[in-house]
């Protein structure tokens, strides 16, 4: 079920597909993935999640990704990345994010955050996630996560 794939930049049309990472269909229907799917990207022991999205574009060896999913598996274009489908994960009951700037009213910003995060699928310390708000693109990292049993996940 794993593959490895060389790592290739690739900028979104839209925010929300900043969370994707586009694999070659063919690779996909070989490795048993679907579209949607949590893989989970190991580059040198970092570790990220991404939503497995296919690619009529993309060679059978590549793995495309934007500049945000290549900062949370701290990668570079050109490497190579181990992507495995993550058939279960754990319920977090709290997740704490940073937000450099100020983002219009308190509320707003958090309703903003939750829907970006709930769309990511996963939430892990250091990630990093990209939302819109009020028509302006913003990058939060994510600091703290808590399970519903007062654990941190252990995302390795």
Known sequence: MDLVATVVKKEPQRLRHTKRALIAIERMQSNGLSAGDIVRLTNNGTTAFATAWPSF???????????????NCSARVGDILRVERVDTLPTASQVTVTLNTELSTRAFAEACVKESLVDVGCAYVGQRVDVSVNGVPRRLKVVKVEL???SEPDIS
Request: glycine share 6%; charged share 20%.
């Open 57 to 71: 574009a993309s060679e059978v060896d590549e793995v495309q990704l934007t500049s945000t999913m290549l900062l």
């Open 148 to 150: 519903e049993n007062g």
